[in-house]
């Protein structure tokens, strides 16, 4: 059976056709997988919390529910979008929310799962900053405010976070192989699945002699990026063309 992994849909009322797509993938193909794995990133907006009610969020909650309601099996990553998401994203959806760093067993194969941006470690000054974003008193502040004040702040967050990666060089900005290597030793893995850089693509290469894979999702901006897991078999498909096999 197919497990499913999507990433970095970046969902706003601004692209209505990728949302249609999304909650059209909800109640059609994505029912005859085995699981659905969202790894971070499903809105365009900063998660404002439990109480998030932002457009397009009533809809693909009810969407999320439906899917779960009808036996769908999804699991929810935290991406840099959705750091104040919370085991609250449960009831709210009927999911389960994984830690950053997730080990699923495919088809007898031990995989790792993370949102990617934690792999990007030469960023040191987005590395902090989500450090900062992490502390139990920043989390706890954040949540306590008023959500007209939360939702001003995080408004705030995105411009000048794209004015300071401005400044960054590709390289700082990427994800670092050294790190890869280092985390898939500790958790036990040849292979990697992420997304955050929107850089879709399949990397093969040597760990301690043994082959080791990473997979990266691509965005939903201008694509539609779906990463079908079949056996031993790993395709990256649209949703069209992952649509078209299901059938
Ligand atoms: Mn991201």
Same mark, same amino acid.
């Given at each position: &059976? ?18 249609a ?16 794995? +969202? ?5 365009e ?30 699991y929810i990553?935290? $991406?840099?979008?959705?750091? /104040? ?10 999911? =389960? ?8 067993? +495919? ?8 949102? $990617?941006?934690?792999?990007c ?11 900062? /974003?992490?502390?139990?008193? +920043? ?16 408004? $705030?967050?995105? #411009?000048? /976070? ?5 400044? =960054?060089? #590709? ?8 790190? +890869?290597?280092?985390?898939?030793r500790?958790f ?13 693509? &399949? ?45």
């Open positions: &059976m197919d497990t499913l992994f999507i990433a970095d849909l970046h969902l706003s009322e601004k692209r209505p056709e990728k949302l797509l999304f909650l059209d993938l909800l109640r059609g193909s994505a029912r005859q997988s085995k699981a659905l794995y +969202i790894l971070g990133d499903l809105f907006h900063f998660w404002l919390g439990n109480d998030d009610r932002t457009p397009p969020v009533p809809k693909v909650l009810a969407g999320l529910r439906e899917f779960c309601a009808v036996g769908g099996k999804l990553v935290r $991406g840099n979008r959705d750091l /104040m998401l919370d085991s609250g994203i449960e009831g709210l959806t009927g999911g =389960k929310l994984l830690p950053d760093f997730s080990v699923v067993e +495919i088809s007898g194969k031990r995989v790792l799962l993370c949102h $990617g941006d934690l792999l470690s030469r960023d040191v000054s987005y590395q902090l900053y989500r450090k900062f /974003m992490e502390l139990a008193a +920043i989390r706890a502040a954040f949540r306590a405010l008023p959500y007209r004040l939360r939702s001003f702040i995080t408004s $705030g967050l995105r #411009p000048l /976070m794209r004015r300071s990666s401005q400044y =960054k060089s #590709p390289v700082s900005i990427d994800t670092d192989q050294l790190t +890869i290597e280092r985390l898939l500790s036990g893995c040849a292979e990697l699945i992420h997304g955050h850089t929107h850089r879709p693509g &399949m990397h093969d290469f040597l760990l301690d002699g043994q082959n080791a894979r990473r997979i990266v999702l691509g965005d939903w901006y201008d694509e539609d990026s779906v990463l079908l897991c079949r056996d031993g078999e790993r395709r990256l498909l649209s949703v069209a063309e992952y649509s078209s096999i299901t059938i």
